[in-house]
C-alpha cells in the first residue's frame, strides 16, 4: 500500500545529530571549491564556464542512456539545431542553456530559494517549452501515450508511475509532497555546513516524490547545480556534478544503484524516527558528498593555471605552426582579454614591437581553430577552449584517459 502522508519522505534531513564525517566532508567541499579557478582571469572563467555546461548536459544525457558527442553538442548550441532526427543533440543543447539560465540567475542576484515548487517547475518548463512535441511523448504500457506538461506536475491517475521497484507518491498528492519538499529543505539551509549537506538528501527525496512525467533526472541534478550555486559551493559554475554521479566513485553503475538504496524503510527501533531509513539517507549523503569533493578536487586539477598554461599554447603552436601563436595564446591566457593593438607589445616583452600580415594571420587564425574568441572582427580577443581539442588540454574530462588527480577520500559511514 502506498503511504500518501507527506511524511512518507521523512527523515527529509539528518538533524538530530550531524555525524562527523559528512560535517568534515562539507567543510572539505566548502574549501576545495573556494580555490576553484584562482588566478585565472574573469574573462577565461566565463569560458571555462560555457565548456564546463557542455560536460554537464553531456554526462546528463549519458546518465539517460543518451551518448551524444560533445563536439556535436557545441555544434547544436552555435547552430540553434532543431533537427528531430538527432533528438538527444537537441535535449543536451536545451539542458546547457537552462544551466546557463540557472547560472545567470545566480550572478544576477535571483537565485533566492532552489527547492521551492515554483523554481523546480520553472526549471522543468525551460527544458520542455525548447523541446519539439516529438520529444515530449512518454509511452506508457496499458495506457495512450501521454504528452509532458512543461512546467507541470502530474495531477492525473494516468500520470501514476512506477520506478523499478519503487512506488512514488499518486498524482494527486505530488503537490503536497513538494510543498513539505520546500519546507523541509528551506529549513534545513540555514547554516552553512546544514546547506551543503542538505543537497545530498534533497537529490534523493526529489528523485523519491519524482514530481513530473518525465525530465525527473536532468531537472533533479540541475536543481543539485543551483543548490551548489547558492551554497557557495559551485565555484562560478566551474565543475558539475553529473559528470561525479555518470562515474561515480568506483562504477558507473552506482548513482542508480545508490538511489535504489536510500529508498528503503525504516530498519527497526534504532534506524531514525520516519518512515525511511536514516542510515540510508545517510549513507547516500556521504557518497554524494564525496561524489562532489572528489569533481571539485578533479577539475581544480584540470583548470589549475599553471597547467593550462603548459599545455594550451604549445598546442596552440603545433596546431598554426608557429611558435608566435603560442606566445598570443599564453598572453592572453594571463591577461584574460587583450586588445588586438597591445598583443605585439606583450609577446615581445614591451619593446620593439612585432607588427606586420604575419601576426594578423596568427591571430585570425587562432580565432578560426578557436583558440581565441573575439566578439567584432577588430575587438579585444579573449581565451577559448575548442572542444575538438578537449582531450589535449583536459585529459579525462570526457574520457577515461589516464590521469592521475587527487584520490577521493574513503567512505566511512556505515564502517
Not at 69 to 74: F, L
Not at 132 to 148: A, I
Request: aromatic share 8%; proline share 5%; with cysteine.
Amino acid at each position: 500500500m502506498v503511504i500518501e502522508d507527506v511524511a512518507r519522505i521523512e527523515p527529509a534531513f539528518i538533524e538530530d545529530s550531524m555525524p562527523t564525517e559528512l560535517a568534515d566532508l562539507a567543510m572539505e567541499i566548502q574549501a576545495e571549491s573556494a580555490k576553484l579557478g584562482m588566478g585565472l582571469p574573469e574573462a577565461s572563467i566565463r569560458q571555462l564556464r560555457t565548456f564546463v555546461g557542455i560536460m554537464n548536459s553531456y554526462y546528463s544525457n549519458l546518465i539517460e542512456g543518451h551518448h551524444t558527442r560533445p563536439a556535436d553538442i557545441e555544434k547544436a548550441i552555435a547552430e540553434k539545431n532543431e533537427n528531430d532526427r538527432v533528438p538527444h543533440i537537441v535535449e543536451a543543447r536545451v539542458h546547457v542553456e537552462v544551466q546557463d539560465w540557472i547560472n545567470q540567475l545566480y550572478f544576477d542576484g535571483k537565485l533566492d530559494d532552489c527547492v521551492s515548487s515554483e523554481f523546480i517547475r520553472d526549471i522543468h518548463l525551460n527544458f520542455y517549452k525548447a523541446l519539439p512535441e516529438s520529444l515530449r511523448v512518454v509511452q506508457k504500457q496499458g495506457h495512450n501515450d501521454r504528452f509532458v506538461e512543461p512546467g507541470e506536475f502530474r495531477k492525473v491517475e494516468e500520470d501514476d508511475v512506477v520506478i523499478g521497484a519503487h512506488i512514488p507518491p499518486t498524482s494527486t498528492r505530488v503537490d503536497a509532497f513538494m510543498k513539505h519538499f520546500h519546507t523541509r529543505y528551506k529549513l534545513a539551509a540555514k547554516s552553512p555546513i546544514n546547506r551543503v549537506v542538505s543537497i545530498a538528501a534533497a537529490h534523493h527525496r526529489f528523485a523519491y516524490i519524482h514530481p513530473f512525467l518525465d525530465g525527473n533526472g536532468r531537472v533533479g541534478r540541475l536543481m543539485s547545480h543551483a543548490m551548489c550555486l547558492k551554497a557557495g559551493v559551485g565555484a562560478n559554475g566551474l565543475w558539475s556534478i553529473s559528470r561525479g554521479l555518470a562515474r561515480g566513485l568506483q562504477s558507473k553503475e552506482e548513482y542508480k544503484t545508490r538511489l535504489a538504496a536510500a529508498d528503503i524503510q525504516r530498519q527497526g527501533d534504532r534506524d531514525g524516527r520516519g518512515n525511511l531509513s536514516m542510515a540510508a539517507l545517510r549513507e547516500f549523503s556521504e557518497w554524494f558528498l564525496t561524489v562532489m569533493l572528489d569533481q571539485i578536487r578533479f577539475t581544480s586539477t584540470m583548470f589549475d593555471f599553471d597547467r593550462l598554461n603548459e599545455r594550451m599554447p604549445v598546442l596552440a603552436g603545433d596546431v598554426i605552426g608557429a611558435e608566435r601563436a603560442a606566445k598570443i595564446v599564453e598572453a592572453v591566457l594571463r591577461h584574460g582579454e587583450v586588445a588586438r593593438g597591445d598583443i605585439p607589445y606583450f609577446i615581445a616583452g614591451g619593446s620593439k614591437p612585432l607588427t606586420g600580415r604575419a601576426l594578423q594571420g596568427d591571430i585570425r587564425q587562432l580565432i578560426e581553430t578557436g583558440f581565441l574568441i573575439s566578439d567584432t572582427q577588430k575587438g579585444p580577443v579573449r581565451i577559448n577552449f575548442p572542444i575538438q581539442f578537449r582531450e589535449k588540454l583536459f585529459p579525462n574530462l570526457f574520457t577515461d584517459t589516464v590521469l592521475e588527480p587527487p584520490q577521493p577520500p574513503a567512505l566511512k559511514l556505515g564502517r
